[in-house]
């Protein structure tokens, strides 16, 4: 079972947690636990589920079995036992306290890189349209982009706007950050400016649970490691252990010789 | 010929401002039906989403002539007698509807889907997604044929002649019966169709450039 440092209730709770489509079982069974502050990320081989664990946590996909709590309130349901799905405003509220950046960014095209960012102060935080600006403002000047601002997505590199993406999502000043191979879709030199920001952000101790494929940032960037595979969590600790060379976990070890091999790390 | 015209265009133009009403009314209920119920079509619950499919299959399948002489002709039979004008109208309207909810439906889906898992997870409720997010991104595809489904209905108001409704070319049947000149008020007829439906194409190139600015 994770272990939380604080020892306190973790900010992240998932418990048995199953979920099908149609009849592929995606999650087997999931426990796992975030505590504040800290760094998670989840990496192992496609159709693993990380990708829809990710998508739980939110509740952009229902899960069928099993409980997600943040901050001790379940996500998508009004009460475990019943399953009583959540109102629609209720569900808004509840998402609102998680960020996600996105493997494809999805930035919304039809709006400059700060309207993206302040669509959402503005409508769900309620700030008035100055406050919300000078918010947006801030977090582009954070993530380098504030000559930006005016642009409109399909201006940017991709980079630039994963960057906005990963602006969006925080400065809704979210419980937890949930990011979902945010660069996957990326050139290999526009990789580093994106994780950079994703450093930093840590550094600050903004908590995040992290699906990648890239083991550096893994590696640098978490407090602990979770390897998915068959849709159960197959190892857990953290990256000194994980990555060892004496890993006893034969999945992971043929997992992570495979990945080496590839990217010569 | 052209006297014939200046004697036609007393006759005609009642018939011309019956056209434009008959289109007017039709395009803009339809619309707002349209709209409502492709929305249904897209996001509704499967009782909501059955009928609405069902209807939009069933009404497209149908000619408008047939659709038109039923509400005119068939539904008196079941208690409901309407004057022409309003027959014509709801047979029109009917028709619309099912076009427009395939219109709203096309470019709902046109949206990629990530759009709404980012409206979601910034924690925006259903309507707000649809109204900020969803809606901007669809309405570039649902212009053009919604625009072209416009002059449809303009073009296709031309059968409400047939319930006996005094339009443009109703109008013009008249002036023909009296004058015994077909040619030159055919083709005048022609000329003020073609003038509404350039003028309306016009115009939605017109919107179509306003929202040409949104790229993926």
Not at chain 1, 236 to 249: D, H, K, L, T, Y
Not at chain 2, 177 to 194: E, V
């Amino acid at each position: 079972m994770a272990a939380t440092s604080t020892g306190t209730t973790p900010l992240l709770r998932i418990r048995a947690v199953q979920k099908s489509f149609g009849s592929t079982h995606v999650l087997r069974g999931i426990d796992l636990d975030v505590a504040r502050g800290e760094v998670v990320s989840i990496i192992g081989p496609s159709g693993g589920g990380k990708t829809t664990l990710l998508r739980c946590v939110n509740f952009l996909e229902p899960y069928e079995q099993g409980s997600i709590a943040i901050d001790g309130v379940e996500v998508g349901y009004r009460d475990g036992e019943t399953r009583k799905r959540r109102s629609e405003r209720d569900l808004a509220r509840m998402r609102a306290e998680t960020g996600m950046v996105f493997q494809l960014f999805n930035l919304f095209p039809h709006l400059t890189a700060a309207q993206n960012i302040t669509l959402g102060l503005t409508k769900v935080r309620g700030l008035g349209h100055a406050e919300a600006k000078d918010k947006a403002m801030h977090w582009l000047r954070r993530v380098g982009l504030a000559d930006k601002a005016e642009r409109l997505p399909s201006e940017l590199s991709g980079g630039q706007q994963q960057r906005v993406g990963i602006a969006r999502a925080v400065a809704m000043e979210p419980k937890i950050l949930l990011l979902d191979e945010i660069t996957s879709a990326l050139d290999p030199e526009l990789i580093g400016e994106v994780l950079d920001v994703v450093l930093a952000l840590a550094a600050d101790g903004m908590t995040m649970l992290t699906v990648t494929h890239e083991i550096g940032f893994a590696r640098d960037a978490s407090q602990r490691i979770v390897f998915m595979a068959d849709g159960t969590i197959s190892a857990e600790g953290p990256p000194a252990e994980i990555f060892s060379s004496n890993q006893s976990n034969e999945r992971l070890r043929s997992f992570l010789g495979r990945f080496s091999a590839a990217h010569r790390l | 010929m052209l006297d014939q015209i200046a004697y036609a265009i007393p006759f005609l133009l009642p018939g011309l401002l019956v056209t434009i009403e008959v289109s007017l009314i039709t395009v803009a209920v339809s619309s707002v039906i349209g709209v409502v119920l492709g929305v249904g079509l897209v996001y509704g619950p499967a009782w909501l989403r059955w009928p609405i499919r069902g209807f939009s299959d069933i009404i497209r399948g149908i000619p408008i002539l047939v659709l038109l002489f039923f509400v005119y002709y068939g539904l008196p039979l079941t208690g409901l007698n309407l004057q022409s004008f309003a027959a014509a109208v709801l047979g029109l309207t009917i028709f619309k509807v099912a076009q427009v909810i395939e219109y709203v439906r096309g470019a709902i889906e046109s949206v990629p889907r990530g759009q709404m898992d980012a409206a979601k997870a910034i924690g925006l409720p259903f309507h707000e997604r649809l109204a900020y997010v969803i809606a901007p991104q669809a309405v570039r595809r649902f212009l053009p044929p919604w625009l072209n489904g416009v002059t449809d209905a303009v073009k296709g108001s031309a059968l409400i002649s047939l319930l006996g409704v005094g339009d443009l070319l109703f109008g013009i049947q008249k002036v023909v019966g009296r004058t015994y000149d077909p040619l030159a008020l055919y083709c005048f007829g022609a000329l003020l169709y073609f003038v509404m439906n350039y003028a309306l194409s016009i115009a939605s190139r017109a919107l179509e450039r306003r929202f040409s600015y949104i790229r993926e």
